[in-house]
């Protein structure tokens, strides 16, 4: 299971926001996350925030994926309350995972519905939800689609069935990119293909397989990520065991020079690292609101929040959250307040990963210095910096955790 939330400082019963964090609402764009902890099985390298029906067996029906959307229904109106009547129309609103597309489209739908009542949704709004290829057919896509939702992300992470093994994933190579067609057809114009890389076992020829038929479906947007293997997942006990070998950073940046390959000569560009698109219109709006610093309220067990350099998480067990809906409490577990610092860091931290890069006066003089040093060894681009911006360069993409490690000084 996932690691234990930090505490954080107390948040009151009625989940109250300081009056700063609350002075600073509609300054940015708002946007909604909604977390469904629900997955079929559990894969092998996946360490969120998820939960099996046998996980959840000795919980009962408060923690029951049938009553699900009726806490979520709760926890937005309660979002309604702690933020006040300040015009917030929501820009984008996401749901992640677990496997959303679990639950029922209807539930899905109602959720949405409880949002737009609750504040709106400006004007062009995007709406989406993560799914599981398995976990859709083409009625179901088209209720969601009538519905209000108009962006799907599907879990593909690999073409190959043996790599599909070993990472615990239930579809059969070519279901993905029949969910694209089965989307195109239920109204979908924006469909992004998730991609994973560097599982023990997979070749280059693999990866070249997955991004081909990932293309080949016609997704405007693909997220190909580098497998991590986290602490306390089956994959890590095994890889620890000696039953398959761990992928070394040189393979890793081998396969990320491949997507970036294929993925550009198709007409589809970077905006961020793991993330590329056709253009603007295909970006991942509700992934730009975080990467920019901007507001959002998570709902669900374990979603983050964060509102005017206040940012919070719920109660991890879906009872637990349930519970603190049904008593009128905040489901809150704790929270924290950013200060200056935090926030500018931050900033570095993410929008440095952006094509638009982050301005160079958010550096101190020894983050200065360290990227006048990027920029003598080819990792930031010329042209940006001249005009005041670090951008990343090809070269410093492959290197941009060790290059923000030293800006932020």
């Not at 610092?341 to 550096?363: H, Q």
Request: charged fraction near 25%; charge should be negative; glycine fraction near 10%.
């Amino acid at each position: 299971m996932p690691s234990a939330l930090p505490d954080g400082e107390a948040v009151p019963a009625d989940g109250a926001l300081p009056a700063h964090a609350l002075s600073e609402l509609g300054q940015r764009p708002f946007g909604f996350y909604v977390h469904v902890p629900y997955c079929a099985t559990r894969c092998g390298y996946c360490d969120f925030n998820t939960y099996t029906a046998t996980e959840l067996r000795s919980s009962g029906a408060v923690a029951s994926q049938d009553t699900y959307a009726d806490n979520l229904v709760a926890e937005i109106r309660h979002a309604r309350r702690v933020l006040g009547d300040t015009d917030l129309p929501v820009e984008t609103v996401f749901l992640g995972g677990g496997t959303p597309t679990l639950l029922p489209a209807a539930d899905l739908v109602r959720m949405l519905a409880a949002i737009r009542e609750e504040f709106g949704l400006a004007d062009g709004a995007e709406v989406s939800t993560e799914a599981n290829p398995e976990s859709v057919d083409p009625a179901y896509l088209a209720e969601l689609r009538e519905g209000g939702f108009n962006r799907l992300s599907f879990g593909m992470q690999s073409a190959r069935p043996e790599v599909l093994r070993l990472l615990d994933r239930r579809h059969t190579p070519g279901r993905p990119e029949a969910c694209v067609a089965e989307a195109r057809a239920a109204g979908f114009e924006h469909i992004n293909l998730d991609l994973i890389y560097g599982t023990p076992g997979e070749s280059d020829d693999d990866w070249r397989a997955s991004l081909e038929a990932a293309l080949g479906a016609g997704p405007d947007h693909v997220s190909a990520y580098a497998l991590i293997v986290e602490e306390g997942t089956k994959l890590a006990a095994r890889i620890r065991r000696g039953e398959i070998p761990m992928t070394d950073d040189d393979v890793h940046a081998d396969r990320y020079l491949i997507a970036e390959e294929l993925l550009s000569a198709a007409g589809l560009h970077w905006y961020e690292v793991s993330n590329w698109a056709t253009g603007p219109a295909a970006r991942c709006r509700h992934n730009e609101l975080y990467w920019t610093g901007a507001d959002w309220w998570g709902a669900g067990p374990g979603a983050h929040s964060h509102v005017g350099g206040v940012r919070w998480w719920n109660v991890k067990h879906p009872a637990a959250y349930a519970q603190a809906l049904a008593e009128g409490r905040t489901p809150a577990h704790g929270r924290e307040r950013l200060a200056d610092e935090d926030r500018r860091v931050e900033r570095i931290l993410l929008e440095l990963r952006l094509a638009d890069g982050c301005p160079l006066d958010l550096l101190h003089e020894a983050g200065r210095k360290a990227a006048d040093r990027a920029l003598a060894d080819g990792l930031l681009d010329p042209a940006p910096y001249a005009a005041g911006r670090a951008v990343l360069t090809l070269r410093g993409r492959l290197l941009a955790d060790a290059v923000v490690r030293d800006l932020v000084d």
